[in-house]
């Protein structure tokens, strides 16, 4: 992590582990089953989930594999929230939550790159990880306990809207390559996800 990066992360304020926990809580309260919230919040763990699997892994080629699936899962996403969601928080007047938002996933993207440049196994590339994994958890926050919330609110025709749109913008990345082991595996995942029939909430 860079000196401008230390500096950055030690006046930002960071919420805490439960506050976070917290902040999932409620959104998932008010996300429909299988709605544009609710995937985004899947899409959330599974981010969660990867950070871990590239920090704990062994050896180069797992550690690289992991990092590889975590690039490929957090860039269709991102690519899904800024296509659709983002643009929604503008038009719902919300334009600053939206513009930042395009912010935080430029440098999210930048500084997950520039792993590609250093030795998997080293210190520098655990120390930029987990500056990238500390912006990624409070832009998740961000989203999960304030904005996103906001955009719950609008007129129910949206929701059903929103929910298509990010879910082909998903899909048009996640499909966009079927020799990708990753993208094949996400790809069923994902179809069977959104095959299952709908339910009460538990």
Sequence with gaps: MSLIERLVAAVTP??????????????????????????ILDHHEQIDDLFVAVRLASDVA?????????????????????????????????KTHGMTGYTEHADAKANLGLLD??????????DKLEYVRVAVAHHMYEEESDWFLDLKRIPAPEQVRLTARYMEEFHRYVDSSEDDPFRRQASRLGAQKDEQPEGPRP
Excluded at 69 to 88: C, D, F, K, M, Q
Excluded at 119 to 126: N, T, V, Y
């Design 62 to 94: 797992s550690r690289l594999e992991a990092l590889q699936e975590l690039s490929w899962v957090l860039t269709g996403h991102a690519n899904a929230e800024e296509s659709v969601i983002y643009p929604a928080l503008v038009y719902f007047g919300h």
């Design 14 to 39: 960071m919420e805490s582990k439960e506050q976070r926990l917290e902040g999932r809580k409620r959104a998932r309260a008010v996300a429909g089953r299988n709605d544009w919230l609710c995937q």
């Design 117 to 126: 440049y250093l030795d998997p196994m080293s210190i520098g590339f655990l």
